[in-house]
């Protein structure tokens, strides 16, 4: 980092999901002070001498280049292009960590077998198969998102409310709408925190900034201006981001001032419509921008505003082109102050051309109203870019549909851009990394040469057509409940005998723990962890131990705890509201404390909360057919809350949490946030998903299970580029990879550490949390074995002293089976290194499950 960046950055304190999002501890109030004194402050880090008067005019000189005249603005004296922006470096954190670590009673009496087991308690659903599977793939519908899960109203034991702690703030829609998406920003706070929609982030600039503007400020960041934290684990920087806050283009009209609002329309799971209005009594907009992850272009409809270009980094000069690039299009080259190149172009619909006229270096305002489409897009000035550019003016797009089929392991899916604008020319759109690598052959034929750096997803690339085409293969198909590996035949179900003999009394004992008190808690968190872990020691009594009849026992209990949040007659009940359309804590609204439970009533993390209760019931259904029939319109509330597929169902929106532009979810509520979304696990985003293949399996779901194998394919390719990193990673920088997991994802930058501690065993960690049947699928043993030989290695793992522990050695079994099964073995082992939502039971039967040996 050059010290002069350094030295005119602002270093802001921003606060997250998991952290200060705590049923335990509440922020403090000087600490929300804060969050909100960033939150003022980011468009400000600059010098008030900065700013050039709208009013101010300058003396133009002009000179002939190879595409037109030239409009060469002086050299600036006086005032200093603002091109550092504002930093986010620091995180909040609190002391409350995922793992329940009280400890656990022993039990009092043992659990007594049942001695007969009735018809009711024989009807078992069948477990996965890869045979199985592919069946029920052929039975799914050809396009797997057609198809909701259901339509009906949630469950009337659910209250109705129509109101929630957050207003919908210039909303116009009516119905769910969506809260996890990286368009929520403009309706979150004050409206004017970045949205990002790779490469670029926008803005609405509200009147702030060395620009002083009340239009939409585009900012686009390079690698050089790329800010490292200091080094803190195995030679790597412990974070990386990007300013924010820097104006370099900003689209606004004539027309817009003190009194504008912005509003949000047309808002879905992949694209939104911004409208900005001169007042609230405005009839209709004055600027029209729609905004699809991946644009090349940022366009504005005008409807007879005057547009005006502005920039906080100002103009060096802007040339009129003189060869128009296609009918009724004209183009506009700006050079600004830091020597990068933006290119303007206008399609008018009707009336003149676009007639911009130099003001001052930060001012270029259009001689009379315009009706058309106004577009600015950076040029990175490499081989053709300037001809793609050219070739796409004019067009944009306007929104995306998904679709997708499953074949047995093979899974495809694709993105039909919607396309607006001129009928000449293609739509372009920028692909992340990990879209180009599954890129079928046909659209693989579209990507160009021309490349753009995200803030925190490596370089984004152009590819041509109103079509993207992906596909997966190795599908997790015959996945089950049993420990699974995929190199040794899938699900790993016969343990030797005296791996039986040893896993049977500790078996014995954890079933027969209280089910209730561990789970009527007062968080929908910790409590479906539990429910989990005696899902899982009952599948491994039933399945791997073969003593069904302490199963079924064990059963009676877990069906009973279940039941209370069946009956949502738990510690906060769930309501279902309609100001934004989801099932929500009532936390929030009976203590008044917005981040109670890690903030679940503000939409924060739902799919870890409702995951784990969703694989809970998954394991209960696995036992009883009947109980599943039973609790399927609660259980599939839960998955519609997190994963509707459908806009056929009117009471969610589609795709609440996962992000198929990223490939991964935002866990990141309903807050305002500098740095966009963000997401800590990534191993509860895949078990929230892996939770909705079984859960459909269960209730034989067919589109439901190939949709859930489908995206654990994809987010197992997004997270091992963005999120686990082996040393062969060549998308992330070089100087982070050897952190070995991102740490907290935002969509402004990497930050190796967590919302609740700083030590590494809790870092690296929270993406193990659970070790479960999908680990390996989303962990391969490569990265497994460079984390360990990192952190964990030469005894360093005999150093950690808390539920950490248990998870990193159950990890480790993936590829040192037999060293894991003699920690959970031994005579000496304690009962504090177990996460309280885990069971020595389930860790060594997945060990001894990895091993030929034990």
Same mark, same amino acid.
């Given at each position: 980092?050059?010290?002069?960046?350094?030295?005119?950055?602002?270093?802001?304190?921003?606060?997250?999901?998991?952290?200060?999002? =705590?049923?335990?501890?509440?922020?403090?109030?000087?600490?929300?002070?804060?969050?909100?004194?960033?939150?003022?402050?980011?468009?400000?880090?600059?010098?008030?001498?900065?700013?050039?008067?709208?009013?101010?005019?300058?003396?133009? /000189?002009?000179?002939?280049?190879?595409?037109?005249?030239?409009?060469?603005?002086?050299?600036?004296?006086?005032?200093?292009?603002?091109?550092?922006?504002?930093?986010? !470096?620091?995180?909040?954190? $609190?002391?409350?960590?995922?793992?329940?670590?009280?400890? %656990?009673?022993?039990?009092?009496?043992?659990?007594?077998?049942?001695?007969?087991?009735?018809?009711?308690?024989?009807?078992?659903?069948?477990?996965?198969?890869?045979?199985?599977?592919?069946?029920?793939?052929?039975?799914?519908?050809?396009?797997?998102?057609?198809? @909701?899960?259901?339509?009906?109203?949630?469950?009337?034991?659910? @209250?109705?409310?129509?109101?929630?702690?957050?207003?919908?703030?210039?909303?116009?829609?009516?119905?769910?709408? +969506?809260?996890?998406?990286?368009?929520?920003?403009?309706?979150?706070?004050?409206?004017?925190?970045? /949205?990002?929609?790779?490469?670029?982030?926008?803005?609405?600039?509200?009147?702030?900034?060395?620009?002083?503007?009340?239009?939409?400020?585009?900012?686009?960041?390079?690698?050089? +201006?790329?800010?490292?934290?200091?080094?803190?684990?195995?030679?790597?920087?412990?974070?990386?981001?990007?300013?924010?806050?820097?104006?370099?283009?900003?689209?606004? &009209?004539?027309?817009?001032?003190?009194?504008?609002?912005?509003?949000?329309?047309?808002?879905?799971?992949?694209?939104?419509? %911004?409208?900005?209005?001169?007042?609230? =009594?405005?009839?209709?907009?004055?600027?029209?921008?729609?905004?699809?992850?991946?644009?090349?272009?940022? !366009?504005?409809?005008?409807?007879?505003?005057?547009?005006?270009?502005?920039?906080?980094?100002?103009?060096?000069?802007?040339?009129?082109?003189?060869?128009?690039?296609?009918?009724?299009?004209?183009?506009?080259?700006?050079?600004?102050?830091?020597?990068?190149?933006?290119?303007?172009?206008?399609?008018?619909?009707?009336?003149?051309?676009?007639?911009?006229?130099?003001?001052?270096?930060?001012?270029?305002?259009?001689?009379?109203?315009?009706?058309?489409?106004?577009?600015?897009?950076?040029?990175?000035?490499?081989?053709?870019?300037?001809?793609?550019?050219?070739?796409?003016?004019?067009?944009?797009?306007?929104?995306?549909?998904?679709?997708?089929?499953? $074949?047995? =392991?093979?899974?495809?899916?694709?993105?039909?851009?919607?396309?607006?604008?001129?009928?000449?020319?293609?739509?372009?759109?920028?692909?992340?990394?990990?879209?180009? &690598?599954?890129?079928?052959?046909?659209?693989?034929?579209?990507?160009?040469?021309?490349?753009?750096?995200?803030?925190?997803?490596?370089?984004?690339?152009?590819?041509?057509?109103?079509?993207?085409?992906?596909?997966?293969?190795?599908?997790?198909?015959?996945?089950?409940?049993?420990?699974?590996?995929?190199?040794?035949?899938?699900?790993?179900?016969?343990?030797?005998?005296?791996?039986?003999?040893?896993?049977?009394? %500790?078996?014995?004992?954890?079933?027969? +723990?209280?089910?209730?008190?561990?789970?009527?808690? *007062?968080?929908?968190?910790?409590?479906?962890?539990?429910?989990?872990?005696?899902?899982?020691?009952?599948?491994?009594?039933?399945?791997?131990?073969?003593?069904?009849?302490?199963?079924?026992?064990?059963?009676?209990?877990?069906? &009973?705890?279940?039941?209370?949040?069946?009956?949502?007659?738990?510690?906060?009940?769930?309501?279902?509201?309609?100001?934004?359309?989801?099932?929500?804590?009532?936390?929030?609204?009976?203590?008044?404390?917005?981040?109670?439970?890690?903030?679940?009533?503000?939409?924060? *993390?739902?799919?870890?909360?409702?995951?784990?209760?969703?694989?809970?019931?998954?394991?209960?259904?696995?036992?009883?057919?009947?109980?599943?029939?039973?609790?399927?319109?609660?259980?599939?509330?839960?998955?519609?809350?997190?994963?509707?597929?459908?806009?056929?169902?009117?009471?969610?929106?589609?795709?609440?949490?996962?992000?198929?532009?990223?490939?991964?979810?935002?866990?990141?509520?309903?807050?305002?946030?500098?740095?966009?979304?963000?997401?800590? $696990?990534?191993?509860?985003?895949?078990?929230?998903?892996?939770?909705?293949?079984?859960?459909?399996?269960?209730?034989?779901? /067919?589109?439901?299970?190939?949709?859930?194998?489908?995206?654990?394919?994809?987010?197992?390719?997004?997270?091992?580029?963005?999120?686990?990193?082996?040393?062969?990673?060549?998308?992330?920088?070089?100087?982070?990879?050897?952190?070995?997991?991102?740490?907290?994802?935002?969509?402004?930058?990497?930050?190796?550490?967590?919302?609740?501690?700083? *030590?590494?065993?809790?870092? +690296?960690?929270?993406?193990?949390?659970?070790?479960?049947?999908?680990?390996?699928?989303?962990? $391969?043993?490569?990265?497994?074995?460079?984390?360990?030989?990192?952190?964990? !290695?030469?005894?360093?793992?005999?150093?950690? *002293?808390?539920?950490?522990?248990?998870?990193?050695?159950?990890?480790?079994?993936?590829?040192?089976?037999?060293?894991?099964?003699?920690?959970?073995?031994?005579?000496?082992?304690?009962?504090?290194?177990?996460?309280?939502?885990?069971?020595?039971?389930?860790?060594?039967?997945?060990?001894?499950?990895?091993?030929?040996?034990?």
């Amino acid at each position: 980092m050059r010290p002069s960046m350094l030295s005119s950055c602002l270093l802001l304190l921003v606060v997250g999901t998991r952290g200060v999002l =705590s049923s335990a501890i509440r922020p403090a109030e000087d600490e929300l002070a804060k969050r909100d004194d960033a939150d003022e402050t980011y468009l400000a880090s600059h010098d008030p001498e900065d700013i050039i008067p709208t009013t101010e005019t300058v003396k133009v /000189t002009t000179r002939t280049v190879s595409t037109g005249v030239a409009q060469v603005l002086p050299t600036l004296t006086d005032v200093e292009p603002h091109t550092a922006g504002a930093l986010v !470096s620091t995180l909040t954190s $609190s002391s409350k960590p995922p793992l329940l670590t009280d400890p %656990i009673p022993e039990p009092t009496s043992l659990l007594r077998p049942l001695k007969s087991i009735t018809a009711e308690e024989k009807r078992e659903a069948a477990e996965p198969t890869a045979r199985a599977e592919d069946a029920l793939a052929e039975r799914a519908v050809a396009d797997i998102f057609a198809v @909701p899960v259901a339509t009906n109203a949630p469950p009337a034991a659910f @209250p109705r409310r129509s109101d929630h702690p957050v207003p919908r703030k210039g909303i116009i829609k009516s119905g769910p709408m +969506q809260t996890n998406k990286f368009y929520s920003n403009f309706f979150l706070g004050d409206q004017d925190e970045p /949205t990002f929609t790779m490469p670029y982030s926008i803005f609405w600039s509200k009147g702030k900034g060395p620009a002083a503007s009340w239009g939409l400020a585009i900012s686009h960041t390079e690698v050089r +201006q790329r800010v490292y934290g200091p080094v803190e684990y195995n030679n790597a920087a412990s974070y990386y981001l990007n300013p924010l806050g820097i104006q370099s283009m900003i689209l606004s &009209a004539k027309e817009l001032g003190k009194n504008t609002v912005l509003q949000v329309t047309e808002p879905t799971a992949f694209s939104a419509r %911004i409208l900005l209005k001169k007042d609230a =009594s405005s009839s209709s907009p004055t600027i029209t921008i729609p905004i699809v992850q991946g644009m090349p272009y940022v !366009s504005g409809y005008f409807r007879g505003g005057t547009p005006i270009i502005q920039s906080g980094v100002y103009f060096k000069s802007m040339t009129k082109v003189t060869t128009n690039p296609k009918a009724n299009v004209i183009k506009y080259n700006f050079v600004l102050m830091d020597g990068r190149s933006w290119r303007v172009y206008a399609y008018k619909h009707k009336g003149d051309h676009l007639d911009l006229k130099v003001i001052n270096n930060g001012l270029a305002q259009a001689t009379k109203p315009f009706y058309g489409i106004v577009q600015v897009a950076k040029d990175p000035k490499t081989s053709g870019s300037g001809q793609l550019l050219d070739d796409g003016a004019g067009v944009y797009p306007t929104g995306v549909k998904l679709t997708g089929s499953v $074949s047995g =392991s093979t899974g495809t899916y694709s993105f039909t851009f919607t396309r607006g604008g001129h009928s000449k020319g293609n739509l372009y759109m920028y692909a992340l990394p990990h879209h180009v &690598a599954s890129f079928n052959a046909a659209t693989k034929s579209k990507v160009k040469t021309m490349k753009l750096q995200t803030t925190a997803k490596g370089t984004a690339v152009l590819v041509a057509g109103n079509v993207w085409t992906m596909t997966e293969t190795g599908l997790p198909t015959g996945m089950g409940f049993a420990p699974w590996d995929s190199a040794k035949g899938g699900s790993r179900k016969a343990l030797s005998a005296a791996a039986k003999r040893s896993i049977a009394p %500790i078996a014995l004992n954890e079933v027969s +723990q209280n089910m209730i008190a561990q789970t009527d808690i *007062d968080s929908m968190y910790f409590s479906g962890k539990a429910l989990v872990k005696f899902g899982q020691i009952l599948y491994i009594i039933n399945d791997l131990l073969g003593d069904k009849p302490l199963a079924q026992a064990g059963l009676v209990g877990l069906k &009973a705890a279940f039941g209370k949040f069946a009956a949502n007659q738990q510690r906060h009940e769930l309501y279902y509201e309609t100001a934004w359309g989801g099932v929500v804590s009532s936390a929030t609204y009976t203590t008044g404390d917005e981040f109670i439970d890690f903030g679940g009533t503000m939409y924060n *993390d739902h799919h870890f909360h409702y995951g784990y209760h969703i694989l809970a019931a998954a394991y209960i259904a696995y036992f009883d057919k009947t109980w599943a029939a039973q609790n399927k319109d609660y259980v599939n509330m839960l998955v519609r809350d997190i994963a509707n597929p459908s806009t056929k169902d009117t009471y969610f929106p589609v795709s609440r949490h996962f992000d198929w532009y990223h490939g991964h979810s935002w866990a990141h509520g309903l807050y305002s946030s500098l740095d966009g979304k963000n997401q800590e $696990s990534s191993s509860e985003d895949i078990m929230a998903m892996y939770a909705i293949k079984m859960w459909g399996t269960m209730i034989g779901d /067919t589109s439901m299970v190939a949709r859930a194998n489908l995206q654990l394919a994809v987010m197992a390719r997004s997270l091992r580029t963005n999120y686990l990193y082996t040393s062969d990673n060549s998308v992330m920088p070089a100087k982070f990879i050897g952190n070995k997991v991102a740490g907290i994802v935002f969509e402004n930058k990497m930050h190796h550490t967590t919302w609740f501690s700083p *030590d590494i065993e809790a870092i +690296q960690g929270i993406h193990m949390i659970p070790v479960h049947a999908p680990t390996v699928f989303s962990r $391969s043993k490569t990265f497994i074995k460079q984390e360990w030989d990192a952190y964990f !290695s030469k005894g360093r793992i005999d150093q950690i *002293d808390n539920a950490w522990k248990g998870v990193i050695y159950a990890n480790y079994a993936v590829i040192e089976p037999e060293k894991a099964w003699d920690f959970f073995n031994s005579s000496d082992f304690q009962a504090s290194w177990i996460d309280g939502g885990a069971s020595r039971t389930w860790y060594m039967a997945y060990a001894a499950g990895k091993s030929d040996s034990i």
